[in-house]
């Protein structure tokens, strides 16, 4: 167990839906990200929050959009999504300070 | 554009034998060097870091850093069908934007009973 959890596990939107994500880590950590896998591609790095402060938007589409209300919490709300965008979305945290990230589970996302 | 770059594999490897992970990385600022395992439908999870120049030991992996060749590798000694995953390599940005981590494509191992 890593400390780190996410809801839902898996979820199937059409493209009309609005949905959100959510991520909790419970390390004391203040530093949190969201990650985008796809099959056969990197782990890409969408969005960097620092002490609640994004820091960091790898050009992710609008439809994306984050939010962290503190160093706790983490969200992902999704809107218009198109089929591409279906994938397995990895939240992580890390102490301010150190380089060594920790995952949650991950949402297994289908858009349909 | 920083990279980090490993084979995709399969690396396949009988069980008992020494499994060897390799990874190339782009950016020669990079101080921070990870191993993640990822078993299929899983999320990562971190099995080694390293920092400094030569090898690091944690039970049956070692971790090899050489920051002349921009090079880190992961040994698995008498490899187990349950070190069947793909391995992930990971290693620190540092620019204008902060630090992250960059992550490689992964190497898929396969141990045979």
């Known amino acids: 167990e890593t400390g780190v959890t996410q809801t839902p596990r898996h979820l199937v939107m059409g493209m009309t839906n609005k949905k959100s994500l959510k991520c909790e880590q419970h390390l004391g950590h203040n530093a949190m990200y969201w990650y985008k896998q796809s099959a056969k591609k990197p782990l890409e790095l969408m969005f960097v929050y620092n002490f609640k402060e994004q820091t960091e938007n790898n050009s992710v589409p609008s439809r994306f959009s984050p939010e962290c209300p503190n160093s706790s919490h983490l969200f992902l709300h999704l809107h218009t999504l198109q089929p591409e965008d279906s994938a397995l979305y990895l939240c992580?945290?890390?102490?301010?300070?150190?380089?060594?990230?920790?995952f949650g589970p991950g949402t297994r996302l289908t858009v349909l | 554009q920083k990279e980090v770059e490993q084979n995709s594999g399969p690396l396949s490897v009988p069980e008992g034998a020494i499994a060897s992970l390799n990874c190339t990385y782009s950016?020669?600022?990079?101080?921070?060097f990870f191993w993640y395992r990822q078993y299929s439908g899983k999320s990562p999870e971190l099995i080694m870091s390293i920092y400094s120049n030569g090898d690091k030991e944690d039970g049956r992996f070692t971790a090899q850093l050489n920051k002349a060749s921009q090079y880190v590798s992961l040994l698995i000694r008498d490899s187990q069908p349950s070190d069947s995953a793909t391995y992930l390599c990971a290693v620190n940005r540092v620019d204008q934007a902060g630090t992250a981590l960059i992550f490689g494509k992964g190497t898929t191992l396969s141990v045979s009973s």
């Open positions: 950016d020669r600022v990079s101080q921070s």
């Open positions: 992580a945290s890390s102490r301010q300070g150190s380089d060594t990230q920790y």
